[in-house]
């Protein structure tokens, strides 16, 4: 099927229901243990195959299905599931990774992907460092014969620069390192991983795939055979399976996802476009306006934008301010997390966070989701809200 443009293969399946049923949804299947006809079969099973079952934790119809689509929408061969978008970061870090080498990574990058580099892969004596996603060049040379893995994120999914990615690609390339893309912001179809050399695209499907705030999944999608095996290696030995009930949401999701995706994009162009135009607010970082950092990056390798950007508000409005008024927000809601249907906002403090690239923005920042709500709904709750910044 992967000759139907992208809305057609959101929306069919090659799932084949059982004969002479015409359901057009994959069956869910509940499955832990998996029988085997006879023990010669069993002896046959190979774990690496996407066609044969051994167990619940290695797959079912119902998330083979579903790594299949993933892998097809996004333009990747193979894709595994992980019961987090965290843990699928995981997953690729174990199975790349080992105790002497060196990782790199964006210093705006997701922030419990620094945790988990600091933390346990520097237990494991697997060394981090962070780069200035805006310079491309300094990633070139960062890399050490030790490194071994370079993560993208296109943009940063708080802070919203564009980095060149290109440019790190051919850096890694030329040393014959990997590179990994958070591709979350893009909902793994704004932009096309495979298609400018990436390894390994990696995506919290709890947000835009699933578009319900009401399941956790992340996908590990490669177009290399050899690499996916290692990254299914690593699936089973830390048993990262995925319930079918889970699988079967985020199915239900993908048909309508470039529906919703074009509607919180055009709510949020409305919305930043009139933040922008307040004087409470210093700057607005929106990947589609020409003071983002990354802009012509954005312009040049992205066929559009989420729902998702951020806002800095003027230096001199202090943070008990923006608090009071994140506090009054009716439709706003106040919660991590992004993609579904009900608009959301966050606060973030950066100072000190990074350490490549500190953050000089003097004023507070928040980031907002915007969802499915009525645009002028949605402003008339800001402005409202906005008065708190001055009383
Ligand atoms: C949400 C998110 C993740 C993690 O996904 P979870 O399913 O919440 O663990 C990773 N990266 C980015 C950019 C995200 O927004």
New binding site residues.
């Given amino acids: 099927m992967t000759d139907k443009k992208i809305a057609t293969q959101l929306v069919h399946t090659d799932y084949l229901a059982p004969p002479n049923f015409g359901g057009l949804n994959t069956g869910i299947h509940h499955a832990s243990t998996v029988t085997f006809p006879s023990v010669a079969a069993l002896r046959a099973r190979d774990w690496r195959r996407e066609d044969q079952y051994t167990y619940g934790l290695h797959g079912t119809p119902t998330t083979f299905t579903l790594e299949n689509r993933i892998a097809e929408i996004e333009g990747g061969k193979h894709t595994v599931l992980a019961p987090?978008?965290?843990?699928a970061?995981m997953m690729v870090n174990l199975a790349l990774l080992k105790q002497g080498d060196d990782l790199l990574l964006p210093d705006n990058v997701?922030n419990?992907?620094r945790d988990l580099s600091d933390g346990l892969l520097k237990n494991c004596g697997i060394t981090t460092r962070y780069y200035d996603p805006m310079d491309a060049a300094a990633v070139a040379g960062m890399i050490q014969p030790n490194t071994k893995l370079v993560w993208i994120?296109a943009p940063g999914?708080v802070t919203m620069e564009v980095p060149d990615v290109p440019a790190i690609v051919a850096a890694a390339k030329a040393k014959g390192v990997l590179t990994a893309i958070?591709n979350?912001?893009a909902a793994g179809l704004l932009f096309r991983p495979f298609e400018h050399g990436i390894d390994i695209a990696m995506h919290?499907l709890?947000?835009y795939p699933s578009g319900g705030s009401d399941v956790?999944?992340?996908s590990v999608t490669t177009a290399d055979l050899a690499l996916h095996h290692r990254i299914k290696l690593m699936h089973g030995i830390l048993g990262l399976g995925v319930g079918g009930d889970d699988a079967y949401l985020v199915l239900r999701g993908l048909a309508t996802m470039q529906l919703r995706l074009r509607q919180t994009e055009r709510n949020a162009l409305a919305m930043a476009n009139w933040l922008k135009a307040r004087s409470e607010i210093a700057k607005v970082l929106h990947p589609a306006f020409y003071d983002c950092p990354g802009h012509a990056f954005w312009k040049r390798d992205f066929s559009g934008a989420c729902g998702l950007f951020s806002v800095v508000f003027r230096a001199d409005i202090p943070q008990t301010r923006i608090d009071a008024m994140i506090d009054s927000l009716k439709l706003f809601k106040i919660g991590f997390?992004?993609g579904g249907s009900c608009s959301l906002v966050m606060p973030y403090q950066l100072d000190g966070e990074r350490t490549a690239r500190p953050w000089t923005e003097q004023g507070g920042l928040i980031r907002f989701y915007v969802g499915l709500e009525d645009e002028s709904d949605l402003i008339a709750d800001v402005e409202q809200a906005f008065e708190r910044l001055s009383t």
């Fill in positions: 987090s978008g965290l843990a970061i997701y419990p992907s994120e999914s958070d979350t912001w919290a709890t947000k956790l999944m992340g997390s992004w």
